[in-house]
């Protein structure tokens, strides 16, 4: 089970109080049955069904990491997310997260995890969470989400988001994760999970793990809300070349074909969704344009250009 994938959020931008799109099954999280010897939300996916997946299964091991919380934000139940020391016979011990995936069926072989029917194209998903431990920064506990479109038999990205958490929180925290869409297709699936730790592989042989037992994710109340305000379609990125990539220095060089994109306005985010760097739309030239992210921490950014057409296109930068 792939529990998170690779992909940053863009800001979109917009608040509590607009129209929810389509519902979440048991997105309040207060139906629970037991599956495998484990209670589980119905509709989600947990840690022991990825495990059950591996050739670790044949141990029969269950972890405990996701189990019924009656600290909840609203309702009956809440999800709690809790990494946890586990004893695997031959390899040792090691600790495994908390992960919780919408879906009745874990599709292994899947490029995404998991996955219910939707249609809708909403703005944002939205949920309240509480989390505690005392080395968060490291374990980067995390929420995504992917909207799909199975075409001849392949699924292909509409809209993705992630936030990755980076501090503690005592009481129940309302938060956004603002999707960003590279198709103007109607999506027909949503993939959903949360994870208290995401530096961790526990599904190879031997798994890897470099996470603080402790940390606990606790998740209630989730919903996609509001309405992607366009129906951008995403330039090809063919035409789009971004060198030196990865980069040493933290300076990119960005040439296209198109006119359109090479002078389009373009910003930069973090793996957190934080805009590090933003320009305004250039001069119409052939010459390269310059992104200069000197000073900024090593690792993965997602790079927004926004033509004067309407169109958009997305590309990962990384900074060594």
Request: overall charge neutral; charged content about 15%; hydrophobic content about 40%.
């Amino acid at each position: 089970m792939k529990a998170f994938l690779p992909l940053v959020p863009l800001a979109l931008g917009l608040t509590l109080g607009q129209a929810l799109a389509q519902t979440i099954p048991n997105g309040n999280l207060d139906t629970w049955a037991t599956r495998n010897d484990v209670e589980a939300p119905t509709n989600w996916l947990n840690t022991d069904d990825a495990v059950a997946a591996t050739p670790l299964g044949a141990l029969a091991i269950k972890t405990g990491t996701v189990t019924k919380s009656t600290d909840f934000q609203q309702g009956t139940f809440a999800a709690r997310l809790e990494s946890k020391t586990v004893a695997v016979p031959f390899i040792g011990n090691i600790v495994a997260p908390g992960i919780l995936a919408l879906g009745n069926k874990l599709n292994a072989n899947s490029m995404y995890p998991g996955g219910l029917p939707f249609t809708s194209r909403p703005a944002n998903m939205q949920f309240y969470y509480k989390l505690a431990g005392t080395n968060v920064a490291n374990d980067r506990p995390a929420a995504e989400v992917q909207l799909t479109r199975t075409v001849n038999g392949r699924q292909e990205p509409i809209a993705t988001g992630r936030l990755i958490f980076t501090t503690t929180a005592d009481n129940y925290t309302l938060t956004t994760v603002p999707l960003v869409y590279t198709s103007s297709a109607a999506p027909d699936s949503i993939h959903i999970g949360f994870a208290s730790g995401s530096n961790v592989s526990i599904t190879t042989v031997p798994p890897t793990s470099s996470l603080t037992a402790g940390t606990t994710l606790l998740i209630d109340n989730i919903a996609m809300v509001g309405v992607a305000t366009s129906n951008r379609t995403a330039l090809d990125t063919r035409s789009l070349n971004v060198y030196p990539n990865p980069s040493a220095s933290g300076v990119f060089a960005l040439q296209a074909d198109e006119p359109a994109l090479r002078a389009a306005p373009y910003s930069v985010l973090d793996i957190t969704g934080r805009v590090v760097r933003t320009a305004a739309a250039g001069a119409p030239t052939a010459a390269p344009r310059t992104i200069d992210l000197r000073g900024q921490a090593a690792g993965l950014y997602t790079l927004r250009l926004d033509t004067s057409d309407g169109r958009t296109v997305v590309q990962k930068l990384v900074v060594e």
